[in-house]
């Protein structure tokens, strides 16, 4: 199957879950083409099965905003008649199904028929989606794609409250590589981050509002009261100059680690004894989940998806938005003792071994193959 796949090509979730799964179909024989406008930050090798074709926007002065969506619709033009492409794999509602049903209304003119399934991730319906601005496009963008997929329950739940929907929604939920995640680094490597007797507490996100980045800090500040400990702050984002003037305020500068954007997650997480991830939402969790992977305990909000990959008592805890002084006292529950904190090590790779990346493609597959029958059905 010739397969185009439509992302956007940063550090986000929704654009390291697009480039994983392309990958991993690439490896099951199907022809890949990511189109976007930058190669996706986890598209490391181009091979025989995998593309990329960059999406370039004209410079006008007419447009005071350069329209990408007219860009990218384009292209997808050229693209699927360039290569053939069988059916193109949207992730985000808006712009990305948007222009994709742009492009094939345009490709039906000259007889192509190619389905789109779009992927919802999150704020394409909770934040961006909802606004009044958008929600028309969204809507119609979601009820003219031929397939519908959410990351979680959650979101499927959020989206059919939030959207006059038509269309059937399939929960497909966000997978991790197992493999990627067995530890190959030697126990001296840790010492960079923290000395022996300290636990390593991480954090990764775009540092975005919604992560509620002061909540990590207090939560931190609060464990490392107790217990020896060092912080791992991974990210970029609005809020990680106020994270750190706070650090400095509460006087645990020292103790604390910005990396920034980072691509030696698994090295950070493979020494990680806690996860911490107190959003005010979120779709899935999938930093959550890769922490998981790498057998790291979860402290977490108990919002949106979040319930559906961190197990409560078992991978880590659940608190409610905002309840630091609860996060804080179920981070120490497991960090104190070595057994405690051994066995929720143990639980929580077990818990992440339900959203192995082998489980879920086949799940998409199964979608694009009903898909183009009923496209090939309905010429």
Excluded: W
Excluded at 164 to 178: A, G, P, Q, R, Y
Excluded at 280 to 291: D, P, Q, R, V
Excluded at 316 to 325: I, K, R
């Amino acid at each position: 199957m010739k397969i185009g796949i439509v992302c956007y090509p940063t550090f986000g979730g929704s654009g390291v879950v697009a480039t994983e799964l392309g990958l991993e179909l690439s490896k099951r024989g199907h022809e890949i083409h990511f189109i976007t406008y930058n190669q996706p930050v986890r598209l490391e090798l181009l091979s025989s099965n995998v593309h990329y074709h960059e999406v370039t926007v004209p410079e006008y002065p007419l447009f005071h905003y350069q329209p990408y969506e007219l860009a990218l619709s384009s292209k997808l033009v050229d693209m699927v008649k360039l290569h053939k492409i069988e059916l193109l794999h949207v992730h985000y509602a808006i712009p990305h199904a948007y222009a994709a049903y742009m492009a094939q209304k345009m490709l039906r003119e000259e007889e192509i028929y190619v389905p789109i399934v779009t992927t919802l991730h999150g704020t394409d319906i909770t934040l961006v989606g909802n606004h009044p601005y958008y929600k028309p496009a969204v809507t119609f963008s979601i009820n003219k794609s031929d397939a519908v997929t959410t990351v979680s329950k959650s979101l499927k739940d959020d989206t059919l409250r939030l959207f006059t929907i038509k269309n059937e929604i399939n929960v497909v939920t966000n997978f991790i590589d197992l493999k990627k995640f067995v530890p190959n680094y030697t126990d001296c490597q840790r010492d960079m981050m923290a000395t022996e007797e300290e636990r390593i507490v991480t954090h990764i996100s775009n540092f975005r509002t919604v992560k509620r980045i002061p909540d990590v800090i207090e939560t931190f500040y609060r464990i490392q009261k107790e217990i020896p400990a060092k912080l791992m702050m991974v990210g970029e984002g609005p809020e990680r100059k106020p994270a750190e003037l706070l650090c400095k305020k509460l006087g645990i500068f020292d103790k604390v680690i910005f990396f920034g954007n980072s691509n030696q997650i698994d090295r950070i997480l493979c020494f990680s004894d806690l996860f911490l991830l107190p959003s005010k939402t979120e779709s899935f969790g999938l930093s959550a989940l890769e922490a998981m992977a790498s057998g790291v305990p979860v402290i977490s909000s108990n919002t949106g998806g979040i319930p559906e990959v961190n197990k409560q008592g078992y991978s880590g805890y659940l608190s409610a938005v905002g309840d630091v002084e609860s996060m804080s006292k179920n981070a120490l529950k497991i960090l104190k003792e070595d057994a405690v904190l051994k066995t929720f090590k143990a639980n929580a790779k077990n818990q992440a071994s339900k959203f192995d990346i082998h489980q879920i493609v086949p799940q998409y597959e199964a979608i694009y193959q009903k898909t183009l029958e009923k496209c090939l059905a309905g010429k």
